[in-house]
């Protein structure tokens, strides 16, 4: 499976982006699907997870309410909708997915991963 992030970039405190994730190379819906992210220093951070049937959605405290996670089986894409952001959240998103569950991602023992796109929050 391929991953590749697109929609990251610079918004100011408060605002919002969408990110997406592209998959190519396997059965798409056969496949958990989560983001990560990660600053210079630090390990990855969990961010969400989605079941393979989209039923099953995982957040982790820090965004819960902020950010909504979704998935176009039809168009073999996740995405990661931000809303309300701020300056922590600024670091590089990971893509990940696998074919175990969200167990797997959430655990960050995902199959594959994308190359991650950077979100910059200003203050």
């Known amino acids: 499976v391929q991953l590749v992030e697109s929609g990251g970039g610079l918004v100011q405190s408060g605002g919002s982006l969408r990110l997406s994730c592209a998959a190519s190379?396997?059965?798409?819906?056969?496949?958990?699907m989560g983001w990560f992210r990660q600053t210079p220093g630090k390990e990855r951070e969990f961010v969400g997870a989605?079941?393979?049937?989209?039923?099953?959605?995982y957040y982790a405290d820090s965004v819960k309410g902020r950010f909504t996670i979704s998935r176009g089986n039809a168009k073999n894409t996740v995405y990661l909708q931000m809303n309300s952001l701020k300056p922590e959240d600024t670091a590089v998103y990971y893509c990940?997915?696998?074919?175990?569950?969200?167990?797997?991602?959430?655990?960050?023992?995902?199959?594959?991963w994308g190359q991650g796109t950077q979100v910059t929050v200003s203050s």
């Open positions: 190379g396997r059965t798409f819906s056969n496949f958990a």
């Open positions: 989605i079941s393979s049937s989209g039923v099953n959605i």
């Open positions: 990940a997915a696998d074919r175990g569950g969200t167990a797997n991602i959430r655990s960050a023992k995902a199959d594959y």
